[in-house]
């Protein structure tokens, strides 16, 4: 890492069922971000999308609604970065090499998906496209049933994730409960959770629908600045300590998926970047796409030993109240997971929690953060350290 | 730009309708450029593809199909990145910030499409998703359609178009014949391109089929080197001497086609960067996805003043045996137009022109190279300039 790089500024739309188009999305994610910056249009240098996509609008060509923001916007370059789920923090890393690279100052990273207009097949089906389609036994797979063999696999190896699941799901919607832009808000108790039921069908045996995580619309984004390229003071600008960005090969037969080697690489070379350990962590926003995801995330961030995940649940460490809570936004399972928007709304709300002005999740005093988005079943990893810059 | 980057190998597909899969035409174009480059896969330290998609082919998570090519590709960092017909300039670009970040010493870039599979209404509409969306009167507009707008209001500022447009057509199928790379080797007189007929239908108006670039499939593929990273010795090496992205709204209703800014700002600033002006280019690929684009793009480049683009024709500037041969590859005419592939393309065959090795569509002595590749009706606008590092 060489020169710091900061966040200034944050947008953030609603999450949910919402009637706005993808072009209304990403421009008031944008122009929220951009004026909470304090910065004149004309100053951003370089604009970045992150976007999912793949058939559910038909707009083929979103980067440029970006510039659709401000008439300033206009002659700067826009790109669009896909990465299936992690295209959010994909438009992220893309916006920090712009500015590592010198051929930008300040970046506006915006993401967004629109979803909820089309039906949960359709959706399903988009984003089954993310997994490996050359291979016919994995082609045919959804990513329930691809998570649901995680946790199959989770249990042959280390025992049955189950309870450990529900306890995910409810703590998840309970931290929801705090956060107004979540997509749902509705408590849902450990029993209800753990058991099947007529309003908590299996989806993908052992998953069921309290697993998994949301279809959900909007958007949200980011100033990113050099150092001394906004006026913004420390007390409104958030450090990016560390971002790092590991791929592993598509098909799940050439790796073995529980071991969840993309993700720990990730996020221990990004404790390595910014010199800290997991113990230094104040709070995490995760890619908990389902349940057995955000326990296999406990332990590659190395919250417990593999196989025992489940201790960072048991001894309270992940809870809103907690030594390092996870996923205090509600996550992907409560907040709601429009792909394109994740990986950009865990560094907004990551940004928001580290200058307190992180409403009903606030953690006070909070001084370093994780936001770690992942492409697909651990394909495409992102790990980025926020640190607080009060000091 | 900061210390020098260098494209060191290539690796190019032939482009057409192939058998070959997605997966296929990446692996392919990735492990020439590899071996071209000799360089270990394991020194490569980020990849980049350059794809457009938009529901031709059901990958969904095409980035890290690259990392196919070679086992030691594991755990590479894998983007995708899309830009319409761009697609392919703006994973160069991308590779090209990773470089100057220094978070990649040595960067593969794949460019890739799969095409023929699929109707060509079904081709259509893919890329016609690359227009406006939220405007009634824009969303239902083809891209001939749209390129056809842009021929009548030549028509109407400058003067008739039609007799540059089929030069073109002539000039860059017969160009293609000596391409063996190129997707379609047939030669069309002045003559057939310029009258409408049973062969060549009018597709919309002025547009004939003669006026229309190739639905191809194909992958290309380049090696980018920070300075020292590789052990190329300079005859086997190309200097990146300007990279610029210049992005325009998307609505057409916002902006004056013709005038086409964002082409001439990109291609002026990647002059002005490389410290040369267009007299001192030697050849130029440029995007003649329909004929008025490229009679647009002499224009922008500075070959011709504004409404007199066909000069470069009559007298012969931009003809094989001309000052400054345009599309010697064929273009997207007749070498075809896998999307991308395409700015991809224009970068391998630029480096195997100024390393002497570009077999039958040689220019000898070769210095100075333009790549200019377009995202939708000059949305994207993508400009590099090649140098030979022969000196």
């Not at 988009?126 to 291979?135: E, H, I, P, R, S």
């Not at 993309?262 to 800290?276: D, K, S, V």
């Not at 809570?325 to 990986?343: D, M």
Request: net charge negative.
């Amino acid at each position: 890492m060489t020169a710091d790089i900061f966040i200034t500024g944050s947008g953030h739309t609603r999450f949910g069922r919402l009637d706005q188009s993808l072009e209304d999305l990403i421009v008031e994610a944008a122009r929220e971000a951009i004026e909470e910056a304090q910065i004149a249009p004309a100053e951003i240098d370089a604009v970045f999308l992150g976007h999912f996509n793949s058939g559910l609008v038909p707009d083929g060509f979103a980067s440029s609604l970006i510039l659709q923001a401000y008439p300033d916007l206009r002659f700067k370059p826009a790109s669009r970065c896909e990465n299936a789920c992690a295209s959010g923090a994909a438009a992220i890393h893309a916006g920090l090499n712009a500015i590592r690279a010198g051929s930008a100052r300040n970046v506006l990273v915006v993401g967004a998906e629109k979803m909820t207009h089309r039906s949960t097949p359709d959706v399903t089906k988009a984003l089954a496209g993310a997994g490996y389609q050359n291979d016919t036994a994995e082609a045919d797979l959804s990513f329930p049933q691809v998570f649901a063999i995680a946790a199959q696999q989770y249990a042959e190896r280390y025992g049955d994730p189950r309870d450990a699941m529900a306890r995910i799901a409810s703590k998840n919607h309970e931290n929801a409960m705090n956060n107004p832009l979540a997509h749902m808000h509705k408590r849902m108790t450990y029993e209800h959770c753990r058991e099947v039921s007529e309003s908590n069908p299996l989806i993908a045996p052992p998953l069921r629908l309290s697993d998994c995580s949301l279809i959900t619309d909007g958007a949200a984004a980011v100033v990113l600045s050099a150092d001394n390229a906004s006026a913004s003071d420390a007390d409104a600008r958030v450090r990016i300590a560390a971002a790092e960005h590991v791929s592993d090969f598509l098909p799940m037969s050439r790796r073995d998926f529980v071991a969840f080697e993309g993700p720990e690489r990730a996020i221990r070379m990004a404790y390595e970047t910014a010199g800290i350990t997991v113990d230094d962590l104040d709070f995490a926003e995760v890619h908990d796409c389902f349940t057995p995801a955000e326990l296999l995330i406990y332990e590659a961030m190395g919250l417990a030993p593999k196989g025992e995940g489940v201790r960072a649940l048991e001894d309270g460490t992940v809870y809103a109240d907690g030594r390092i809570p996870v996923n205090l936004s509600g996550g992907l399972k409560a907040k709601g997971h429009p792909v394109g928007a994740t990986g950009v709304s865990m560094h907004a709300l990551g940004f928001r929690q580290l200058t307190g002005r992180a409403g009903g999740i606030q953690r006070p005093g909070a001084e370093w953060g994780l936001a770690f988005n992942m492409g697909g079943a651990a394909v495409a990893n992102y790990a980025t350290i926020l640190q607080a810059d009060r000091i």
